[in-house]
């Protein structure tokens, strides 16, 4: 089963919007190139994008290859309102029908680690994803030394289903 085309084009918090990623987007900032970006009124946040974001998005750009347009279980845009600086990203590595399934996964500049925005904006993509009515469970994996993802997911509740030498498995349901 896919997944349905999505229903918004942002989401909005007390202090953040949410906006998905799109390829063109994705490639142009592989190309260090923010011409859409700032047309959409968005700046770059200080330390953005950082090495985990440019590792990331080429895995981006490859989950958008498998929708005609974002459908929201794709990565969005973690912008902080009131300068849009965009901060982060936080998101989904695609939706599984069968199992009614998502992994959630988030990163935050260091410059804005520990102010509560990646919480802000995983509660609320938390909260539209289980609000689809196709979604029962998400699940995140984490490093088992990374002590503070780990304190992160047992604050929004998710149960710790499983770990290997590798990873710390996650899960929460609707």
């Known amino acids: 089963m896919k997944a349905p085309k999505l229903p918004i084009d942002r989401l909005i918090t007390e202090r953040l919007v949410l906006i998905p990623l799109t390829t063109k987007i994705c490639k142009d900032i592989l190309k260090d190139d923010f011409s859409n970006l700032l047309a959409l009124g968005l700046k770059k946040g200080k330390g953005w994008p950082d090495a985990d974001v440019m590792e990331t998005l080429p895995r981006i750009i490859d989950n958008l290859s498998k929708v005609e347009e974002p459908t929201g279980f794709e990565s969005w845009m973690i912008i902080k309102n009131d300068t849009l600086e965009i901060i982060g990203d936080a998101g989904f590595k695609g939706y599984n029908g069968?199992?009614?399934?998502i992994d959630i996964g988030y990163g935050i500049t260091r410059?804005?680690?520990?102010?509560?925005?990646a919480e802000e904006a995983v509660t609320e993509l938390i909260r539209w994803?289980?609000?689809t009515g196709v979604v029962s469970e998400i699940t995140a994996r984490c490093l088992p030394d990374n002590a503070n993802s780990i304190n992160f997911l047992q604050k929004l509740s998710f149960t710790k289903i499983k770990q290997d030498t590798e990873m710390m498995y996650w899960s929460l349901r609707k």
């Open 129 to 131: 994803a289980f609000s």
């Open 98 to 101: 069968e199992e009614k399934r």
């Open 111 to 117: 410059e804005e680690r520990r102010k509560g925005f």
